[in-house]
């Protein structure tokens, strides 16, 4: 063997051994940095010596922005659902069926965690990862072995052992950690994009991302409970879980629970313990253990009989209302917080809650001092949902709506038709124009490294940023003097800001801080306005007829850009060099052919890959969409197209066309 492929073999032995101790065992044995060198020393190997490549080196969980399409792959075996019980009645009855079903043998209960994540089924051959696909419709699920290589917690590589199959397949739940969803929320909550509601659906949206890259970035997880294969040497459940945890799996806790009241017990302990869990949770699952017995009770035609979920109730608890504080955001809408007395939710202590709008407040009709309750039940963004009024103060008054910017003190609007009120004093109210500069230099607008909220705030104080084009303006002799600033720093906010110079019009176009245009809306008013220029001559009639645009979104496009001071913004913007139209490579071969078409990509291709064709789609002025509903134009069916979609488009009567068909439609319109 050569010298330097030994010495790449035993870097990537030595990272997946580290990456198993930091990520499943939780027990490093190296430093950070010392793990950083390993890992750089691995990439300059790999780059010098390419014919040693290896996509499940671990260089490759950094992942790729590179975007390929979800192919469709049928499961070997179902993904079938549990069962739910509610009552350790239902759980009895359960055990009762059980034990019918097999002519009264005895048989003996496990009991797990059910871990709220996203289920998916990882294929392993020769000790190699080979396959991830998630559960989909239980028959068939999609292909996402690029994103789950970069889940650290994921072995690649098993080393080798006398008990482990050629070929197996392994089940779990991939997961965002507690903190990983909190620190993604502050993100979108930063941008105002919309707040994932839990983790399992930011798990599920995360895994299904085009850009493994973004992927690697978000920190998901995944906990695994079930082996399948052919002529496994075990023969108990419990068995094959310590074959897992042996072979480098993480899996969760078991327990053998020989009684219903151990199974009580266990019930009553874990609705106390989860909460301490760095994973959201919604209940326990109690398995026979025995594989035989599990083979005769079979399944019926959704799910098994050997195994069952119970469910715990929604989380709720009571805490005092300590004060209600009114922020200000970036587009002057006023949000009422409430400022809570700490109380321990799903694994996290609750401090505050939003109140939303003064209408909420009214319903809530919450006073000062109130005992309140608090409830996230599977929804992370915890939410007051009621009062104990019995436990009111006598004479405690009720909380009112501000009428003034609790910071500037202008006084406030209404939005008409909505319940927002909004500090209308867009250029002399600190927080929006800190949060404006916040937004501009964010990595989904002009990601310019170096500026935080601190940063932001400073630069703003000091007088030398009061819009964002006073960005393109700084020098790193008006940066020095600052508190805490240093040439590097200095160079490194000077070189992020000389780099966003080549961001994308529809970028430019979100950074901009246009109310109601999220990243989204900016793509597709870039894509068919084209630039700057036009965009700021259009009425509200021709800005609303651009899709999923409308008359709010138009009225607030066109009042953006009737005011001075933003046009003047976007002049010293171009001014600096910002791209304020798409490029001649961005707007070749576009047409209109699709215009205002909503169309769903579903199978698999052999012309050109989904990408591509959702490409085609966007190039040509149709919009793509993930679900079939009333509003789908037509499906472009592939190969293996799902049977839940095949069915749901025969049941509205949409049109279903092949991908020759497609391309045909692209050329002729």
Known sequence: MDIFEQQILDLRRALNEHNHRYYVLNSPTISDVEYDRLMRE??????????????????????????KGFVQVRHERPMMSLGNSYS??????????????????????????????????????????????TRGDGVQGDDVTANVITIRSVPLQIAESDDLPDRFEVRGEILLPWESFERLNRERAFNEEPLFANPRNAAAGTLKLQNSAEVARRGLDAIFYFLLGDNLPFATHSECIDALRKWGFKTGMLEHLPSIDAIADFIERW????????????????????????????ATAKSPRWAIAYKFAP?????????????????????????????????????????????????????????????????????????????????????????????CGTALHRVEGEAAWVCPNRWGCSPQIVGRIEHFVSRHAMNIDGIGAEIA?????????????????????????????????ASRLLRGIEKSREVPFARVLFALSIPNVGETT????????????????????QLASIPDVGPTIAGSIVDYFAVAANREMVERLRAAGLQMALTAEETAGRTDRLAGMKIVISGTFSRHSREEYKSMIERNGGKNVSSISAATSLVLAGENMGPAKLE????????IINEDEFLQLIENG
Not at 522 to 541: E, F, H, N, P
Request: charged residues 25%; aromatic residues 4%.
């Open 42 to 67: 691995l990439e300059e190997l790999e780059q010098a010596y390419p014919q040693f490549a290896d996509p499940l080196s671990p260089t490759q969980r950094v992942g790729s922005d590179i975007t």
């Open 88 to 133: 350790i009645d239902e759980v009895q009855d359960f055990l009762r069926r059980a034990a019918a079903g097999l002519g009264g043998e005895h048989c003996d209960i496990v009991g797990e965690m059910k871990y709220d994540g996203t289920s998916i089924s990882l294929t392993y051959e020769h000790s190699r990862l080979v396959r991830a696909v």
């Open 271 to 298: 609705d106390v313990e989860r909460k301490h869990l760095p994973y959201a949770t919604d209940g326990l699952v109690f398995k026979i253990d025995n594989l035989r017995q599990q083979l005769n009770l079979g």
């Open 315 to 407: 989380e709720r608890e009571s805490t005092l209302l300590k004060s209600v504080s009114f922020e200000v955001g970036r587009t002057g809408v006023i949000t009422p917080v409430a400022n809570l007395e700490p109380v321990l939710l799903s694994g996290t202590v609750v401090k505050r809650a939003s109140l939303h709008n003064e209408d909420i407040i009214r319903a809530l009709d919450i006073h000062e001092g109130d005992s309140v309750y608090v409830e996230k039940g599977g929804e992370i963004i915890p939410k007051i949902v009621g009062v104990d009024i019995k436990r009111r103060v006598v004479g405690a008054q009720p909380i009112h709506f501000v009428t003034h910017c609790p910071v």
């Open 457 to 489: 705030m400073q630069l703003h104080e000091a007088g030398l940023v009061n819009d964002p084009a006073d960005l393109y303006d700084l020098t790193p002799e008006q940066l020095l003097p600052l508190d805490r600033w240093q040439e590097r720093s």
């Open 522 to 541: 900016a793509k597709g008013i870039a894509s068919v306005v084209r630039d700057i220029d036009t965009l700021m001559a259009m009425s509200v009639g």
């Open 648 to 655: 749901k488009a025969g049941k509205l009567g949409i049109r």
